[in-house]
């Protein structure tokens, strides 16, 4: 029998075991007794990564989803108690702070555990605190007392720091924790974890890295097509199931007979079909993940009208009174304005959305549920992937393309593994199943390309903003700010990076050396000969396009000048002839097209390539009153008459080509007298002489992007820097006063907002307002160029206006600096932030949001609470500045938090 401390009882283990259980309890003490404690036997990895760090090293553990890596996190938190010391549990989301932080006071009491999130503060200066990341760089910044004693810092998610974002942050606290820290990095599996713990260990010093690719309960790979569950791989694992691949062509046949089967542009999947396929095959509960807001609120919808009930009378009374005592502190008219109702009916019936629109406590009643095994069903965005604990026996993706934000893009190998991680609860499923839904857009080959690949790199996305800059100079100097910078991860990929080009450089050059061997002449210098017969085929290509050009723009010209009745001669294409003028047609100056009437009676539209280098109007036909093009008598009576009228005209001379230029002449006269091109064995050498010029033009390709990334943060923080001066928020290597400012502005326009509290533009604001301004420059809208915005009336319309000559200003000292780091304010939450602040009920806010209709509560309510945040730090900001209005901006600033942070926007 083995106990939970991993070792045997004494009457199964031969001497030898038992020694080596004794020296194990000798040598790691605190491991045994935090192992003895623990409800499950640790795994290997948990083991070896906890033994590192009793044995006084930092650790970096890569495992899996749901694999257990916490366990590593609370084996620290455990350290830092029996040592009295400090551990600080670092998150990157407040919504796992809170987790961890309940989970951590149930396991060692209220009195030994804080919270520090910000706007939230629960016994700081406790031995152990939860936080999220920008607290604990915020606190290194400022120098604070509360590091003292600090012994340990777990950075949970670690991965994070490849957010374009937010990741800064996390290298930044890696590089300026106190030497004596520490570091405990808990990631997702990545495949260059190496490379990241050879970046720890240039950093932080001795770290180890412990790496887990062994899920805690097997995973099954599948798909469903047509309401049938097959597995995605043969029973060995290396190949496509054939039958599948047999009923995907099936499938695909008939999708193609039937056009397709799509609804508004998308594969069309009967959900409801899918979770009744998953009930009869005993793989609920389910998480199902749809990559549209819409699509989870639909799919609910669907599920319900379709009158599926996964749950039976205790379970739905069980689920009305959780959510029900859950949200009672919420105004009615606010729970009626985001569908309490809608919500609660689809939660009884055992299905459930989660996706960033919710409310958030509507995002918690769903997670809790679910981890009762009270939902069978939730329908989810790829947000839900990220860190919370919701496990599920099975894990459904409907598309395998998502946004990015950009652009439509296919998962990556390392989203794949992440979203179907969830699939699989340790100690309640004997394995996992991940199922992929058919549709003509989704091959199983690719489903199983994304299964089986393990490439999943860790990226840094680390950069100096305006905020870091002046926080780091202003606590060690540039020089050292140029060390954390030449430190972070981002400039160690980067300079690892150089030196793979530089090789691959070296590499090729060799090769080159080889072919330019090869083309060796008796009769000259075979390669300088052909480099010259490149660059004149490269002259009379250049000649060619500028005349072809030029041709264009005089058949434009030509064109522009017609009128209707005009007959003119088409020069190209299979309607070359003469032909009648009509109109001109199209959406603009780069569109437009011309529609005329042939001699034989066609019409049409063509564009200016048919007229090559222009039109000559050789004579005019009069167009009827109400000529009508798509009327045949009419086209025929007007080809007639254009037949008539060049009965006896013959087709204009067509334009001649390019002129010889000067280059080109010159360039064929010493093509003409190099020896080289009279060589019996030419062929040959221009077969190497290609090879040579090619890898050339690679070696030199290969070194450009090599210099590029050599010192490519040292460059971005020198303009930076520029900036910062050029606004006067350095002088030289000092902070000014304006820069003691901005170190406390902890945004992504943290410059903006600087200058616009510098410069006195939001003073005189009344809360509500300052709160609308507030927002424009934190908000993201989700339509174009804020075309829904209403105009507020009074003094802040005047200050939006301010607000954006600022932004003019910064954006041009970027742009001459190659930077662009300053997004453009945006209108569309300001008129529902005023609102909202001046007390109105939730629905008229959401109601004049930027959209054609009502913003999303949960949408609401993040930016909202965003907007508090960085109301919180203007308020403290326009402390530093001291003057009697900006003090009176502090006083509104602190009061519009008040304002904001009320009913569904508070933390409860």
């Not at 016994?123 to 607290?135: F, L, R, S």
Request: charged share 30%.
């Amino acid at each position: 029998m083995v106990h939970s401390s991993g070792d045997v009882q004494a009457d199964e283990r031969s001497p030898a075991e038992r020694h080596t259980a004794a020296q194990a309890r000798r040598k790691w003490p605190e491991l045994t007794s935090f192992a003895e404690d623990y409800p499950f036997a640790l795994d290997d990895f948990q083991i070896r990564a906890c033994r590192v760090l009793e044995d006084g090293h930092g650790v970096l553990v890569c495992a899996p989803t749901g694999a257990g890596k916490t366990v590593v996190g609370e084996f620290a938190v455990h350290l830092a108690l029996a040592e009295d010391a400090k551990c600080f549990y670092t998150t990157p989301i407040k919504a796992l702070s809170n987790q961890k932080f309940n989970d951590l006071v149930d396991a060692h009491g209220a009195e030994n555990v804080g919270l520090l999130t910000g706007d939230t503060v629960i016994n700081g200066e406790a031995p152990i605190v939860v936080m999220t990341t920008e607290v604990l760089r915020n606190m290194i910044y400022a120098g604070s007392p509360t590091l003292g004693g600090l012994r340990y810092v777990v950075m949970d998610e670690v991965h994070y720091l490849a957010d374009r974002f937010r990741g800064a942050v996390w290298e930044e606290i890696i590089i300026e924790l106190p030497e004596r820290v520490r570091v405990v990095s808990l990631s997702a599996t990545v495949s260059n974890a190496e490379e990241f713990g050879d970046w720890l260990k240039s950093v932080r010093g001795s770290t180890e890295v412990v790496v887990s690719e062994t899920r805690p309960v097997p995973l099954w790979q599948h798909m469903m097509v047509g309401g049938v569950l097959l597995d995605l791989f043969e029973p060995d694992g290396d190949y496509v199931n054939k039958e599948l691949l047999k009923k995907d062509a099936r499938a695909r046949e008939r999708s193609e007979r039937s056009g397709g089967g799509r609804r508004r542009g998308r594969p069309y999947v009967d959900r409801g079909r899918v979770v009744s396929r998953l009930d009869s095959a005993a793989l609920l509960p389910a998480i199902y993940f749809i990559f549209s807001r819409a699509g989870c609120d639909a799919a609910v919808d669907e599920c319900v009208r379709a009158g599926l009930r996964l749950t039976d009378g205790a379970d739905r009374d069980a689920i009305i009174d959780h959510a029900t005592a859950a949200c009672a502190h919420i105004d009615p008219r606010d729970l009626e304005a985001v569908g309490f109702d809608r919500w609660l009916d689809g939660l009884a019936a055992g299905f459930a959305a989660h996706h960033a629109g919710l409310l958030p406590v509507f995002k918690e009643v769903v997670e809790k549920l679910f981890e009762r095994g009270l939902l069978k069903v939730v329908f989810a965005t790829e947000t839900l992937a990220l860190g919370i604990n919701m496990p599920a026996r099975s894990v459904v993706l409907e598309r395998l393309i998502k946004y990015d934000g950009t652009d439509h893009v296919m998962l990556t190998p390392g989203q794949y593994t992440q979203l179907t991680g969830r699939a699989g609860r340790r100690g309640i499923d004997v394995e996992g199943h991940a199922v992929t839904v058919w549709a003509d857009d989704i091959r199983p080959k690719e489903v199983a390309g994304l299964a089986s690949k393990r490439t999943y790199p860790l990226n840094s996305s680390f950069a100096p903003s305006y905020n870091m800059s002046v926080n780091l100079i202003n606590a060690a100097g540039v020089a050292r700010a140029e060390e954390v910078l030449a430190s972070s991860f981002a400039q160690f990929q980067s300079d690892t990076e150089a030196v793979h080009l530089a090789e691959q450089a070296r590499a090729l050059s060799r090769k080159a050396a080889e072919s330019a061997g090869a083309a060796k002449c008796d009769k000259g210098d075979f390669l300088a000969y052909f480099e010259v017969t490149q660059r004149l085929s490269q002259a009379e290509r250049g000649a060619q396009k500028r005349r072809k050009g030029s041709l264009r723009d005089a058949a434009r010209t030509s064109l522009e000048k017609l009128r209707g009745g005009d007959v003119v001669w088409i020069s190209r294409g299979k309607r070359s002839g003469w032909a009648v003028f009509l109109r001109a047609s199209g959406r603009g100056r780069h569109d437009l097209r011309w529609a005329v009437v042939t001699d034989d009676g066609w019409t049409g539209s063509l564009d200016s390539t048919a007229f090559d280098g222009g039109v000559e109007v050789v004579t005019r036909v009069r167009l009827p009153k109400h000529f009508n093009r798509k009327d045949v008598k009419h086209r025929n009576d007007l080809a007639a008459q254009l037949r008539e009228a060049t009965r006896d005209r013959s087709r204009p001379t067509r334009r001649g080509g390019a002129a010889e230029t000067p280059e080109i002449a010159r360039l064929r006269e010493e093509v003409r007298d190099n020896p080289c091109r009279d060589c019996p064995d030419a062929g040959q050498h221009t077969v190497h002489a290609s090879r040579w010029l090619r890898l050339k033009r690679e070696v030199e390709h290969l070194k450009s992007r090599a210099g590029q990334r050599e010192h490519s943060l040292a460059r971005q923080f020198t303009a930076v820097r520029e900036v910062l001066s050029e606004f006067g928020y350095l002088e030289g290597e000092t902070v000014t006063d304006s820069g003691r400012l901005l170190r406390n502005i902890f945004c992504e326009t943290d410059l903006l907002v600087a200058q616009c509290l510098r410069d006195g533009i939001w003073e005189g604001l009344e809360a509500p307002a300052l709160a609308a301004i507030a927002s424009t420059v934190i908000y993201e809208s989700r339509f174009e160029e804020d075309e829904y915005f209403v105009a507020i009336p009074g003094p802040i319309t005047d200050a939006v206006a301010a607000t954006g000559r600022r932004w003019e200003a910064i954006r041009r000292a970027e742009n001459s600096r190659g930077l662009s780091l300053i997004s453009k304010p945006q209108l569309g939450l300001a008129w529902p932030m005023y609102r909202w602040s001046r007390g109105e009920e939730l629905s008229k806010a959401l109601a004049a949001a930027d959209g054609p209709w009502p913003m999303p509560g949960g949408d609401f309510v993040r930016w909202a609470r965003r907007t508090a945040d960085l109301l919180h730090q203007m308020g403290t900001a326009a402390r530093v500045i001291g003057t009697k209005g900006s003090n009176k901006l502090a006083d509104e600033a602190f009061d519009a938090v008040d304002a904001i942070r009320r009913g569904v926007v508070a933390d409860v």
